[in-house]
């Protein structure tokens, strides 16, 4: 390759460019001595037994509901105001599961695992449609009795009604669920 020939005037506008420049005093690199380490570490996440979040008591003096009746619990400790507030949406929705057409396992694997999920991301209430069971035996819906179990059950649940019409009616309801410790709240006051 040939070396270009520059003028005086190309050398000077092309030292004006670069600007300032300091000569290399060695060019050779030690590449042990600019090595990073190496990160740390870090757990794996350990998996989580959503079952765990059930207590193992089992509610005896749960009712079995129908169709058209409404559901409503509230934990220990908590003013009926609460309540009043939660079927009125007060709280707003922050999640939303529709499990109606779920077999029972499937619907209390979803849920669980819906309500984690919810705790984890710091949602205060969630609207759980469970349908109202239309087509199961007996005119009694299955979903929605194992739901009346299950959250009175659920460590996370302080509260649940069924919804207004507008909402799903007896075929869906509202949860007030705990806030995560990770937000620096406790229970509801």
């Given amino acids: 390759m040939r070396e ?3 003028n005086d005037e190309d050398a000077d506008l092309f030292r004006q460019s670069i600007g300032k420049v300091q000569a290399v005093k060695q060019d050779k690199v030690a ?3 600019e090595r990073k380490p ?3 570490p870090y757990p794996k996440p350990l998996a989580v037994n959503f079952d765990a979040h059930l207590s193992s008591r089992n509610p005896d003096d749960i009712e079995t509901v129908g169709i058209y009746d409404s559901m409503n619990f509230l934990s220990v400790g908590l ?3 609460v309540l009043k507030k939660l ?3 007060f709280f707003g929705i922050d999640a939303e599961i529709d499990l109606h057409g779920l077999n029972t396992q499937d619907a209390k694997r979803q849920l669980l695992h819906f309500l984690h999920n919810s705790v984890e991301e710091g949602c205060r ?3 759980i449609v469970h349908g109202k069971g239309y087509r199961s035996q007996d005119n009694l819906p299955v979903i929605k009795n194992e739901l009346n179990r299950w959250l009175r059950q659920h460590k996370d649940v302080q509260a649940f009604c069924s919804t207004s019409p507008k909402d799903g009616g007896t075929g869906a309801l509202f949860v007030l669920l705990r806030l995560s410790d990770k937000y620096g709240f406790g229970d509801y006051e």
């Fill in 31 to 33: 590449l042990h001595a």
């Fill in 38 to 40: 190496k990160p740390k």
């Fill in 79 to 81: 003013q009926n105001n």
């Fill in 125 to 127: 209430c969630v609207h």
């Fill in 4 to 6: 270009k020939n520059l």
């Fill in 87 to 89: 079927r009125r949406g």
